[in-house]
């Protein structure tokens, strides 16, 4: 089946910086997500995105579909920014196949 | 509004005891997922449901029991079968199987 790798797994960065969060997957997708969960657990849609560019605030998303990564940016950095991020395709068979996160943290 | 409730947001079960998670969206999607996610991981998917009264397995669905009577409910029950049912359980739901995905809050379970 498709497996989705996340880069970095974890991210430590000061209020303020920039920061670029890579997901990579391992055969063609239907769809690609990028979520944040919130150290309460609760995950929160942050781009349905299966190509192109999207931006939202501080927050943006491009999919090279062709070459099989999206990347999730994300600048001057808040401390409400922290939590992990997962990257979820969509395979074949409609399912969602999710990465393991990475786990960012912004310091003060 | 609308969105993705689930209920109890803490539960706390007996070993040997079943346990049903609720989730209710109003959203009028007609697919339906469970999932649970153990500490420091990623989601695993447990059962989907794509239509009313049609239910899949997902990848761990050993243990677990669901319904979908109506469009709008998609309980999990939990039940005794389960070795290691303490987690965090997640509800989403989707227009269709190959559309955005929605969550809930979620409910954490613990076992005592």
């Known amino acids: 089946g498709i497996q989705v790798e996340q880069s970095p797994p974890d991210l430590i960065l000061q209020e303020g910086a920039n920061s670029t969060l890579r997901c990579n997957f391992s055969?063609?997708?239907?769809?690609l997500q990028w979520f944040h969960q919130n150290p309460w657990g609760q995950l929160i849609n942050l781009f349905y995105i299966p190509s192109g560019t999207k931006q939202n605030g501080r927050l943006s998303a491009t999919t090279v579909a062709t070459e099989r990564y999206s990347l999730l940016y994300i600048s001057s950095s808040q401390t409400t920014d922290s939590g992990v991020y997962f990257c979820?395709?969509?395979?074949?068979?409609?399912?969602?196949?999710w990465g393991a996160g990475t786990k960012l943290i912004i310091k003060p | 509004d609308g969105g993705i409730t689930q209920s109890p947001k803490y539960l706390f079960r007996k070993e040997g005891q079943n346990v049903t998670l609720s989730c209710e969206q109003n959203l009028n999607h007609d697919a339906m997922y469970w999932y649970r996610q153990d500490p420091g991981q990623g989601l695993r998917l447990i059962y989907y449901s794509q239509i009313v009264n049609d239910f899949q397995k997902g990848d761990i669905a050993e243990g677990y029991s669901v319904s979908r009577e109506k469009k709008e409910s998609f309980p999990l029950t939990v039940t005794s079968a389960q070795k290691n049912p303490t987690a965090f359980y997640l509800c989403?739901?989707?227009?269709?199987?190959?559309?955005?995905?929605?969550f809930g809050q979620g409910t954490r379970l613990t076992v005592v």
């Open positions: 055969d063609s997708v239907n769809n």
């Open positions: 989403a739901s989707s227009i269709r199987l190959d559309t955005e995905a929605f």
């Open positions: 979820a395709v969509r395979d074949s068979n409609y399912q969602l196949i």
